[in-house]
T-cell receptor
Framework: SQKIEQNSEALNIQEGKTATLTCNYT??????LQWYRQDPGRGPVFLLL?????KEKRKERLKVTFDTTLKQSLFHITASQPADSATYLC??????????FGSGTKLNVKP | KAGVTQTPRYLIKTRGQQVTLSCSPI?????VSWYQQTPGQGLQFLFE???????NKGNFPGRFSGRQFSNSRSEMNVSTLELGDSALYLCASTSMGTGTAEAFFGQGTRLTVV
């Protein structure tokens, strides 16, 4: 089955810097990949979706890349703010809305 | 419009009991998925329903079951509860029949088995 790896260690960065989170997967390349944000005690919130034929997707301060050769997606938050502190999850589809989620990377943005 | 609503928010049950969790998707969404989230395992897919039909099932024992009603509301049931079933149970609804759209998650039901 598909396995998704995200850095389990928390990422600590200073406010204003760019945060870069990594998502690696094994086996087959999905048709698309999604990134979610999760705050403690709450459900994940959708951020971005990128398709296999798209190298890069942007939304405001967020940028996602998708490299099917490396089987990797990178998630960037530019000009990070303390409010960006949360756990970020990547998710890969299989079929019919069955997603495999990574374990998430906790981001801490210090003022 | 209203988001995904899960009830109850918190639940404490004893080993051996059974429990039913409810999920009301966003109006118009016909796909509802259920996930179990634990600190050690992360988000694990349980099953997905679309128009009252279970289309996908994760690797969970038969004690975990679900159903979907004609109004797209969904329930999941766990019988013969075990301590290891303690987790945050999340449901998500999507507008599309396939995963090409974002999933909207509810706040989850925190189940504690004692």
């Amino acid at each position: 089955s598909q396995k998704i790896e995200q850095n389990s260690e928390a990422l600590n960065i200073q406010e204003g810097k760019t945060a870069t989170l990594t998502c690696n997967y094994t086996n087959y390349s999905p048709a698309y990949l999604q990134w979610y944000r999760q705050d403690p005690g709450r459900g994940p919130v959708f951020l971005l979706l990128i398709r296999e034929n798209e190298k890069e997707k942007r939304k405001e301060r967020l940028k996602v890349t998708f490299d099917t050769t490396l089987k990797q997606s990178l998630f960037h938050i530019t000009a990070s703010q303390p409010a960006d502190s949360a756990t970020y999850l990547c998710a890969l589809d299989t079929n019919f809305n069955k997603f495999y989620f990574g374990s998430g990377t906790k981001l801490n943005v210090k003022p | 419009k209203a988001g995904v609503t899960q009830t109850p928010r918190y639940l404490i049950k004893t080993r051996g009991q059974q429990v039913t969790l409810s999920c009301s998707p966003i109006s118009g969404h016909r796909s509802v998925s259920w996930y179990q989230q634990t600190p050690g395992q992360g988000l694990q897919f349980l099953f997905e329903y679309f128009s009252e039909t279970q289309r996908n099932k994760g690797n969970f024992p038969g004690r975990f079951s679900g159903r979907q009603f004609s109004n797209s509301r969904s329930e999941m049931n766990v019988s013969t509860l075990e301590l290891g079933d303690s987790a945050l149970y999340l449901c998500a609804s999507t507008s599309m029949g396939t995963g090409t759209a974002e999933a909207f998650f509810g706040q989850g039901t925190r189940l504690t088995v004692v």
